[in-house]
C-alpha cells in the first residue's frame, strides 16, 4: 500500500492550493483519512480528518480556511487551502487507516509529505 500526496507549492498570503492523495495497492478498505502537517523545529500537528462517511474534524488554527473532503472510489483525499498565511507553512503529509482484507487488522499509512510555503 503507498499514498502519494501532491500539490504542494509556492503561493503568496492569501493564495489558495488544493492538496491530493491518492492511496493504492492492495486496499480492501479505507476507513479514516487525513492530513498533518510539520514545520521547521515543531512536532507534526493534526490538521483535518475525514471518516469514511464524511464526518470531518479540523485544527482551530485552519478552521473556515481549509476543507477536507475525499473520493472513496478513488481512495483519494484532498485539502483544500484558501486565506493561507505564513505559519501554514509546512511539509503536509496524508494518512489513511486501511485494511488489506476482510476481516484483517487496520493499519496506519502515510504519505511522503509535500512542502507549503506560504510567502510574498
Known amino acids: 500500500v503507498q499514498l502519494q500526496a501532491s500539490g504542494g507549492g509556492l503561493v503568496q498570503p492569501g493564495g489558495s492550493l488544493r492538496l491530493s492523495c491518492a492511496a493504492s495497492?492492495?486496499?480492501?478498505?479505507?476507513?479514516?483519512m487525513g492530513w498533518y502537517r510539520q514545520a521547521p523545529g515543531k512536532q507534526r500537528e493534526l490538521v483535518a480528518t475525514?471518516?469514511?462517511?464524511?464526518?470531518?474534524i479540523y485544527a482551530d488554527s485552519v478552521k473556515g480556511r481549509f476543507t477536507i473532503s475525499r473520493d472513496n472510489a478513488k481512495n483519494t483525499v484532498y485539502l483544500q487551502l484558501n486565506s493561507l498565511k505564513p505559519e501554514d507553512t509546512a511539509v503536509y503529509y496524508c494518512?489513511?487507516?486501511?485494511?488489506?482484507?476482510?476481516?484483517?487488522?487496520?493499519?496506519?499509512?502515510w504519505g511522503q509529505g509535500t512542502q507549503v510555503t506560504v510567502s510574498s
Open positions: 494518512n489513511a487507516e486501511i485494511s488489506r482484507a476482510y476481516g484483517s487488522r487496520w493499519f496506519n499509512y
Open positions: 475525514i471518516t469514511s462517511g464524511g464526518s470531518t
Open positions: 495497492g492492495s486496499i480492501f478498505s479505507i476507513n479514516g
